[in-house]
């Protein structure tokens, strides 16, 4: 196919040919011939058709006639240690490719061949077997360990083994790759021979190969994680072993070294074994902390202004929206990563997690596993770090102070009356990266800042941190946006007096920044009309903040995805403002509207023709329907209107029937608000809602279940007793929710569950006692254990309302477990009068039922806390 007189194929070649060369079955025989046997083509040729073969492998493998699939099997085989690496290593990627066809089943002479050609005295043959190996190992490590093929790891591991000793690092290399592959799934084989691969990684510590060094480092960090007990006798060498790592002359070894501090910090036995060694560690882990040369060449540390360069495509990563759930609202963090801002990491090169960012979240997790402890090891250095004339330094310092933010927070306070102010001046440093590195360290300590009186220092704080907003270099002011949403997380209606500057600030931004901040700057709105609600609804503040938001929303198309933030944006502020937000309403309820309904078109033709059309990004339907739930939520009865003339229903529906658990999570907040706001609409529905509604209590899906559980209480509000038809679709999954055993790992979620399904229970039963009250004894502890632990709150009174009108009904339901009722209803701390009419009843009523002997006894078992509760308050 090439002659060797032109020395490589052209790319037009290599393409358009390609199509009707597959026709032929010969064209592979070619390939693997160019590949394996044409020694006088050049290398980058013979590989290029070793890779258009690979992706013929991967697309039509299947239909490759026998005999071809055999030739091009052997000649891999005979030819894996060819003289040029590159050629190795095509040969290597091509087995692989094929074993993943075949799923090494098909192809049972494979492994152990290659396992024969590692005794190759041959050099290249070894290294060839090795690396087609390593990629197998890496491929299809399950499978290897499966009886599928009968354990060839049996053979494999204790081969691999004994090449740890070999004189060649490249090969040396390999073999701990290989066998690294195997410890996080806990391969029988390797379990079987833990000690001897121990031993052999010690006697390799002091390997002078860096590729070696970085395996060694690797293979101690997964055994930390699932073999700890038998590294325990070895912990103090092993840990002065990772020291020197740590601080190894290549990077790529001392970040593999440092990833161990990292995972130490999780193990209960971190304190024992880490205490002694802390004065060596701390300091190795701050040095790690500064800016690399490559490092600040990669960040245009040299460049100060570059707020006019617009953004290329590349920089803007990927944003996950957070959908909407409606009960417990357990607050996200945000991510703590001074260099990235809000992004999540990608391939790029300046989010790649690198030494820097490594020994800030070391030393972040150990402060939190030290506290206070740390402290003597750290504040001389930071004494030195924090005012030091060299920049990078200095910088180092304050990312030092800001990863021991969360850890070492009470041992840092006495310092923090001078620290802030330092900071705050740093804000205003020469360099960008020190401005922006100060934004962050900042941010972690705003609770603190918070809790002083405004003047001291948030209100300098906040002064210079809105400067920063409009900075003319872009990293600042991605670093001021995010640390100041941050900021308004912690001082929600203490920002209320200066509304009408930091209004300024951010509608100002909107006129200088690139792309890339735009999407931050939204975020940072959003979270001011979170932080201070209803306070943001005055004419003047909605003159500031609305028309630039409009003329974004105007710009916009609806296929673009910057719509997300946006979308997010408006739904806070549409929440804060209420009625303030009525004159915007309109054309934004009509887009999302339009956004739903398009998406489902799309989705729809995807299914008939999935040939023809794209499947759609369903984001656009999901952002959509929550900001229709934040209009419904703000607006009130206001939206009656808008739902009245459009098919909101209808596509509701459609939505609540979705394959995608967000969607259906959505769409039930949605149908949450609306039944709070224009329950007119909804009613006509109710009866092709509720049996959704019922499927849809499913734990799987914990959000999905809780929004759903939510709406059907919203829903039994205002149907009342014409609930009664739907009740047996809904009760019995929501007595299966609130009786889930807890486990450890979900206590969160389940409080979440539990809580939303108790106070669903408790509003069925308010509308239809009959039809619930039977089935009291088997959730009423439950019951009373997920609500003794929330605020007074309008729904904790309607759920409570309906536990006492249905001990009404059935008394006997809840005799067993009166002491839990006893306990819920002392967790009141201002019940309405009649609810405490209601309470007085029942306990006086159990009370006169047992007699007062009984009553005595009965009353022993209260804690003391509970025994006063119910005498002040009911007189029992």
């Known amino acids: 196919p090439f002659s060797s007189s032109s020395r490589s194929p052209s790319p037009s070649f290599s393409l358009s040919k390609l199509k009707q060369l597959n026709q032929f079955p010969d064209f592979n025989n070619y390939l693997i011939f160019v590949l394996t046997r044409l020694k006088s083509e050049d290398e980058p040729t013979r590989s290029l058709s070793g890779l258009i073969l690979k992706n013929n492998v991967k697309a039509h493998y299947q239909s490759f006639p026998q005999p071809v699939a055999e030739f091009i099997k052997q000649e891999c085989l005979n030819n894996i240690g060819d003289a040029s690496s590159l050629i190795r290593a095509t040969i290597g990627i091509l087995i692989t490719t094929i074993a993943s066809k075949g799923e090494l089943q098909m192809w049972p002479e494979l492994l ?71 410890i996080m799934d806990r391969a029988q084989a390797l379990m079987e021979n833990i000690d001897t691969f121990i031993e ?40 002065q072993y990772m020291l020197q790592r740590t601080q190894d002359s290549d990077e790529n070894v001392a970040l593999e070294a440092c990833e161990f501090w990292l995972t130490l910090a999780e193990q209960p036995i971190c304190k024992e074994v ?130 021991i933010a969360e850890g070492c927070m009470q041992g840092m306070v006495p310092y923090l009356p001078e620290l802030i102010p330092h900071l705050i001046r740093c804000l205003s440093d020469k360099k960008a990266l020190v401005r922006s590195i100060a934004c962050w360290t900042l941010s972690r300590y705003a609770h603190w800042v918070v809790s002083q009186p405004p003047d001291m220092y948030l209100k300098p704080l906040m002064t210079e941190l809105l400067k920063r907003i409009l900075d003319s270099n872009k990293r600042v002011q991605e670093a001021a946006c995010s640390a100041f949403a941050t900021l308004e997380e912690e001082a929600c209606t203490e920002l ?3 509304l009408s500057f930091i209004l300024d600030t951010l509608v100002f931004a909107f006129g200088k920044y690139q792309h890339k901040n735009l999407l931050i700057l939204y975020d940072a709105i959003g979270t001011l009309a979170d932080s201070v609600g209803h306070h ?43 009625s303030g937000f009525l004159p915007y309403c309109e054309p934004v309820y009509q887009r999302c509207v339009t956004l739903v309904q398009k998406t489902l078109a799309q989705a729809m033709m995807y299914n008939q023709h999935p040939e023809q059309y794209e499947a759609p990004d369903k984001d656009f339907m999901i952002v959509a329907l929550d900001l229709l739930s934040g209009l419904a939520e703000g607006l009130g009865c206001h939206v009656e209107q808008l739902v009245a003339r459009s098919n909101i229903m209808t596509l509701l529906f459609q939505c609540m029937q979705d394959t995608m658990p967000e969607v259906r999570q959505s769409s039930f907040a949605l149908l949450g608000d609306l039944t709070k706001a224009c329950f007119v609409h909804v009613k006509p529905c109710i009866a092709e809602f509720m049996p959704i509604l019922g499927t849809n209590l499913n734990p799987e899906f914990i959000s999905v279940c809780n929004n759903a559980t939510w709406a059907i209480g919203e829903i039994c509000m205002q149907m009342g007793a014409e609930m009664q038809p739907y009740v047996q679709m809904v009760l019995n ?62 729904e904790k009174d309607s759920a409570f309302r309906g536990i006492c009108v249905m001990i009404g009904v059935n008394p006997g339901g809840v005799v067993q477990d009166f002491i839990f009722f006893c306990d819920a209803v002392a967790s009141w701390v201002s019940p309405k009068d009649d609810l405490r009419d209601m309470f007085y009843k029942i306990l006086h009523g159990f009370k006169d039922q047992v007699g007062e002997e009984n009553w005595q006894q009965f009353s022993e078992q209260f804690p003391p806390l509970l025994k006063d509760r119910l005498a002040a308050f009911y007189g029992v």
């Not at 293979?219 to 840990?239: C, F, G």
């Not at 409009?550 to 806070?572: A, H, R, T, V």
Request: with cysteine.
């Open 200 to 239: 052999h990684l010690f006697a390799l510590a002091v390997d002078e190969d860096p590729e070696v060094r970085k395996n060694v480092c690797r293979a101690l960090v997964m055994l930390l994680e699932v073999r700890i007990d038998r590294l325990i006798p070895h912990m103090h060498s092993i840990i």
């Open 274 to 403: 880490l205490t002694s060694h802390l004065v060596q560690l701390i300091p190795i882990l701050v040095n790690g902390m500064k800016y690399s040369e490559i490092d600040i060449i990669l960040l245009k540390g040299d460049v100060e202004e570059d707020e006019a360069i617009p953004d290329s495509e590349q920089d803007i990563k990927p944003r996950f929206h957070k959908s909407r759930t409606v009960t417990l609202q357990h607050e996200e963090e945000r991510p703590q990563d001074p260099d990235d801002g809000e992004d999540e990491d990608d391939d790029d090169t300046l989010s790649d997690w690198n030494l820097r960012k490594c020994s800030a979240a070391a030393l972040d997790v150990l402060a939190n596993v030290f506290r206070e402890e740390l402290l003597p090891h750290l504040l001389p250095l930071l004494k030195e770090l924090l005012f030091h004339p060299e920049w990078v330094i200095k910088e180092s310092g304050i990312l030092v102070l800001g990863a």
């Open 536 to 578: 943001l609804n005055q004419p003047e503040y909605i003159q500031k903040l609305m028309p630039p938001l409009i003329q974004k929303w105007n710009e916009l198309k609806d296929e673009d995805k910057d719509l997300f933030p946006l979308l997010e944006c408006l739904s806070s502020v549409a929440t804060a403002l209420q």
């Open 112 to 182: 152990p061949q290659l396992c024969n050609l590692l005794n190759s005295e041959d050099y290249n043959t070894c290294e060839g077997a090795f690396g087609a190996l390593q990629k197998i190992c890496e491929d299809s490590s399950e499978l290897l360990d499966s009886d599928a093929l009968n354990r060839p790891l049996n053979v494999m591991i204790p081969k691999f083994l004994q090449f740890f000793k070999h004189c060649s690092p490249k090969i040396r290399s390999h073999a701990i790759a290989c066998v690294n592959q195997f």
């Open 733 to 794: 999954n929501l007595v299966e929710i609130i009786n889930r055993p807890n486990t450890p790992k979900t206590l969160l979620e389940n409080t979440g569950e539990a809580w939303g399904g108790a106070i669903t229970i408790g509003r069925l039963g308010f509308v239809c006692p009959q039809e619930v009250a039977p089935m009291l004894q088997q959730f009423i502890r439950p019951w009373c254990t997920s609500l003794r632990n929330i605020r007074d709150n309008e």
């Open 496 to 498: 209320v007096p200066y």
